[in-house]
């Protein structure tokens, strides 16, 4: 069987949306799908609908802006009535960086990312890239404190690691190609400290790329890092999934680099890799990056992790069915809408016990019990409602409030906030 045909990914580097110049595009706007999930509130973000990262605790919920539809900075909501969720303040940042990453370190302290745009850096010489620290003492007035800087363009994607008080950024450093690992160190969360960082092989400038650059090209480098204990997870785009030994921070140790998309001809930008607290299962998402499926759609992949030296794919998940020759969805509705199919962001907070919510861009969110995940199993999904501007949704982050139970859903093109609860 061959291996199946590829455009080469547009975005190797990230950061861009390719949602123009498509062959398909929708007519009328999508309805609502549904099983076993129930919409409870829906929120257009006072038209900054364009959405990314969640977070939400204590009646509060912090959306960043993606920036597709040019709104960059972050809106916080009043959701102790989760049924009439209130807007109560929009932070507008400069177009100069992306700031589409929001994390809650703890009562007193936000940060975002700070990802700077390259054509937007002479304009403005004072935004810096990396992490940006917020008062929140005031949590829904959260107040500019100071930037920690990196090299280059700064920071994607920071993971915190709440048990070691270190964060994982996917970031730049003089010297090596792409994004990294940069691990900063929290215990002072007004101070954090650049200790260690950690690379693949390739990424060193004047090392010989340990990848297939025919397939790869610019393409190895790292998303984000998750905490597995004293271990690194890592979603290494086009170079796969890797694993890093953090027994020292400050020297992170490669212990090795798995990739489908090399080996197999599987999809590539391989996106989040988490091993759940308290499973020894891993969980591996890609990121679709193209629209009307013009790349084998992402997907997810599951882990036998008993031996962490050498973790054996035990199953895979995808919603609808697909050909194993153009590995593309057998039902071509998904692949003639101007937008994405396939997976993205997981609930990355998730444990053993919970069930997985994941983002699917235009086929929504997927709902899954992977109790046994040699055998994951679709139990629920939500696929939002288009309007007149965005027929079809683009679900692009997905967090639980553990309190409550109830999802909360970005999309990243312009429908907004969604509030939801599973009833299966």
């Known amino acids: 069987m061959p291996k199946p045909w590829y455009h080469p990914n547009p975005i190797r580097g990230g950061g861009n949306d390719q949602y123009t110049g498509v062959d398909h595009v929708l007519t009328e706007p999508w309805k609502e799908e549904k099983r076993n999930v129930r919409l409870v509130a829906h929120s257009e973000l006072n038209g900054w609908g364009d959405a ?142 650049l200790i260690g960082w950690g690379w693949v092989p390739g990424q060193k400038q004047g090392e010989k790329p340990s990848w297939d650059p025919a397939l790869v090209g610019d393409g190895g480098w790292i998303h984000e890092g998750n905490p597995f204990g004293n271990y690194v997870t890592a979603g290494y785009w086009d170079a796969g999934f890797a694993m890093f030994d953090l027994a020292d921070p400050a020297k992170p140790k490669l212990m090795w680099r798995k990739n489908p998309h090399e080996t197999h001809g599987w999809a590539g930008c391989y996106h989040s890799f988490l091993v759940p607290d308290g499973s020894e299962f891993g969980i591996v998402t890609q990121e679709t990056t193209t629209v009307n499926c013009d790349h084998p759609p992402a997907f997810v992949t599951f882990l036998d992790m008993r031996d962490v030296h050498d973790p054996i794919i035990c199953s895979t998940f995808q919603p609808y069915e697909i050909d194993p020759v153009e ?98």
């Open 52 to 193: 990314f990262q969640i977070q939400v605790g204590g009646g509060i919920c912090y959306v960043a802006a993606s920036g597709v539809n040019g709104h960059d900075g972050m809106t916080i909501l009043d959701v102790k009535d989760p049924k009439n969720p209130k807007i109560v303040n929009q932070i507008v940042d400069t177009p100069a960086a992306r700031t589409h990453k929001v994390l809650r370190i703890n009562d007193q302290v936000l940060i975002t990312n700070s990802e700077l745009r390259p054509k937007l850096r002479s304009k403005y010489p004072d935004v810096i890239g990396g992490l940006r620290i917020f008062d929140n003492t005031d949590p829904f007035h959260p107040k500019f404190v100071n930037y920690v800087e990196v090299d280059g363009f700064g920071i994607h994607r920071p993971i915190y690691d709440r048990k070691r008080k270190l964060m994982y950024s996917s970031g730049f450093r003089d010297g090596f190609e792409g994004k990294i690992l940069l691990v900063h160190d929290f215990k002072d969360p007004w101070k954090p400290e």
């Open 327 to 424: 590995m593309r969805p057998v039902d071509k509705r998904w692949s003639r809408t101007g937008a994405r199919y396939g997976a993205h962001n997981i609930w990355l907070d998730m444990t053993k016990d919970d069930l997985m919510y994941i983002c699917w861009f235009n086929a929504g969110l997927r709902v899954v019990d992977w109790s046994n995940p040699f055998r994951p199993k679709e139990v629920g999904y939500y696929i939002p409602e288009g309007n007149k501007f965005r027929g079809c949704p683009q679900s692009n982050d997905v967090q639980v409030d553990k309190a409550t139970g109830l999802i909360y859903v970005a999309d990243r093109w312009g429908l907004g906030l969604h509030i939801l609860e599973y009833t299966g």
